[in-house]
Structures are given as structure tokens and as C-alpha cells.
């Protein structure tokens, strides 16, 4: 028998296509900041349509493309404006189940200010994703390759992305109250991980502060229906949590929600204490500082060689 040819790592690897759903699908629930009830429909979309919002209840209203530029506030959410200045809420949980199932192009509808809570996690969204079906398109994936380190930082909390060949997040936290105390999850994100570690993982809150927050208009729509609320003797939700360390997993999923609004990435996230404030500023930083990433197709992952990128179109 003739031995098995080596495949050499310069050979040209077929790059992984762009990916929208196979058929549109929707939810209804209620905003958590704003406690509005809202319509959601997931729809597919053409190849290099991008991650788009559409607010439905507003005539005329310019289409909102996820995206750094489009970020207009971090108040205890990611909220992104369109041209026009019409915005949408709490997109992050959506973001991160998009990101899990690697979907380029896809208009999301919604008929309120904010993407429902759903039960305060990703989860319901990787399911309806999933459930809609993935379709490839016939068109090359393109993936941002972080090159060399880039930090920044806000007092003591700090977010950092680095080269690594896929995509990870190592996520800690420091909080004074005793049930949560300090955490720390570090993992490998992709399609397996996603729905076994983090999706499930629900936002949280302390009962202390719920009425500050609702006079500054925030947590309106909260309860124990989409949110872990911590009080002085612990957990109030009856059903406990899903994970002893799920609050540092609603963290890591966050960041990976508001990491894709510079699409998928290579990297390796690491967060002390961040939150979508220095996510985002951590973004910005990146897209300037030109030498420190680079497009390429996703096959190019795995080389390192100048040369080798250049020749799988590396812009």
C-alpha cells in the first residue's frame, strides 16, 4: 500500500464560507432596562449584508449596522445607534449567540427599543438560531486576526486581546458581596463550548440596587424571571443558579456578544472586572492601532507566515 502524502502547511486550505439562516424566526418578550414588550424576527440575508437591526416601529428609521462606530451607550447594556440616532438595547446576549454560530449576514427586526430579555441569558437565541437553520453561502468567510497585544484600562478593571489561533475568553471578577466573591473562567468559544458553558448563563443583580437603577430608567423589566438577583442572604431566584460560577460566565458570555460587533475574531480576550465600557474601548484601540490586526480569510488561521497570508488575500 502506498504511504498517506503529507499535506504541507503551505498548501491553499478551502476558506470557510460566510453563513446567514436558513428561514426567518422570531420571539416576543420584554426589554430588562426598559420593560418594553417587543416583537423579534430574525430573517436571512445576503452575502456581506453584515449584522443589521431594524426597528420596526419607527417610520422611516435608518437601518443600525453592529458595529464599534454605531455603540451609544454602556450603561449596564450595549445600546447602538443608525444615522438617523434611532437606537436599540441589550443587543449583547444576541450578539454572543451569533458569534457561537458563526452567522455573517442576518436583519434583525424588533418593534420596541430593546431586544427582549428572554430569560436574562443567550440561550433562547442559540436555540431560535439553531432552530432556523445555518446555510452557507457562497462566499469566503473573512476573520480579524489580532496580531500583537493590545490593553486598555479603567482603574483596577482591565480587557486585553491577544494573538491566538481561535477564539477564547478569560474572564475574572471581583465582587465584595460573599455569594459571588471572585471568579474566574477561562474557554476555548465555538458552537460546542458556547451552548454547554456559557448561553445558559444569566444576567444578575444585587436587590440593593434595583430601585437606583429603576429611577435612573434602567432594570424596568427585570425580575427573577430574566435575571439572578443576589440579596443579603444570597440567591433570591427559587431555582438557584445554573452554575456555582455563572455569574463570571454571564461576564465572559457579554464580552463575546460585544466582541462581535467587530465580527469574528482571533484572539484571546482577557477581562479583569470589564465590562461593556472597556469592551468596547478595547475594540476602538484595536481598530486604530492598524499593525495590530489584519483581515484574512479563515482558512489563514493557522499560518504565521507574511508571505503565506498575503497569498490567501490578507488585506
Known amino acids: ?29 420584554t426589554g430588562l432596562h426598559t420593560g418594553a414588550r417587543a416583537a423579534l424576527t ?14 420596526e416601529d419607527v417610520a422611516g428609521a435608518a437601518a443600525i449596522r453592529a458595529g464599534v462606530d454605531a455603540v451609544a451607550d454602556t450603561t449596564r447594556c450595549t445600546q447602538l445607534a443608525g444615522a438617523d440616532g434611532t437606537r436599540v438595547g441589550t443587543v449583547e446576549h444576541l450578539l454572543a449567540a451569533l458569534a457561537a454560530w458563526g452567522i455573517d449576514n442576518v436583519e434583525i427586526a424588533v ?6 430579555a428572554m430569560d436574562g441569558s443567550a440561550k433562547p437565541f442559540f436555540f431560535l438560531l439553531g432552530s432556523a437553520g445555518i446555510v452557507a453561502q457562497d462566499a469566503p468567510r473573512r476573520v480579524l486576526k489580532v496580531l500583537r497585544p493590545v490593553h486598555v484600562r479603567d482603574g483596577e478593571r482591565t480587557a486585553t486581546l491577544r494573538p491566538h489561533a481561535g477564539f477564547a475568553v478569560d474572564m475574572a471578577i471581583d465582587f465584595a458581596h460573599p455569594r459571588v466573591g471572585r471568579q474566574r473562567l477561562a474557554l476555548e468559544v465555538d458552537a460546542v463550548s458556547f451552548p454547554e458553558e456559557l448561553a445558559g448563563a444569566r444576567t444578575f443583580g444585587f436587590a440593593d440596587d434595583v430601585e437606583s437603577l429603576r429611577a ?31 455569574f463570571v460566565r454571564h461576564k465572559a458570555l457579554d ?22 465600557h ?20 479563515a482558512a489563514a488561521l493557522a499560518a504565521d507566515e507574511p508571505a503565506e497570508l498575503a497569498r490567501l488575500g490578507a488585506d
Open 1 to 29: 500500500m502506498p504511504p498517506t502524502p503529507r499535506t504541507s502547511r503551505h498548501q491553499p486550505r478551502p476558506t470557510p464560507p460566510q453563513r446567514t439562516l436558513g428561514s426567518a424566526i422570531g420571539c416576543v418578550g
Open 42 to 55: 430574525l430573517r436571512p440575508a445576503p452575502i456581506d449584508h453584515g449584522v443589521v437591526f431594524k426597528r
Open 111 to 116: 418593534d420596541g427599543p430593546e431586544i427582549p
Open 216 to 246: 435612573r430608567g434602567l432594570a424596568r423589566g427585570g425580575s427573577l424571571a430574566n435575571a439572578v438577583v443576589v440579596g443579603a442572604a444570597g440567591v433570591l431566584n427559587p431555582e438557584g443558579l445554573r452554575w456555582p460560577d455563572e
Open 255 to 276: 464580552a463575546v456578544g460585544d466582541l462581535y460587533l467587530a465580527g469574528a475574531i482571533a484572539g484571546r480576550f482577557e477581562g479583569r472586572g470589564s465590562g461593556h
Open 278 to 297: 472597556l469592551h468596547v474601548a478595547l475594540l476602538r484601540r484595536l481598530l486604530r492601532e492598524r499593525d495590530a490586526w489584519r483581515r484574512v480569510p
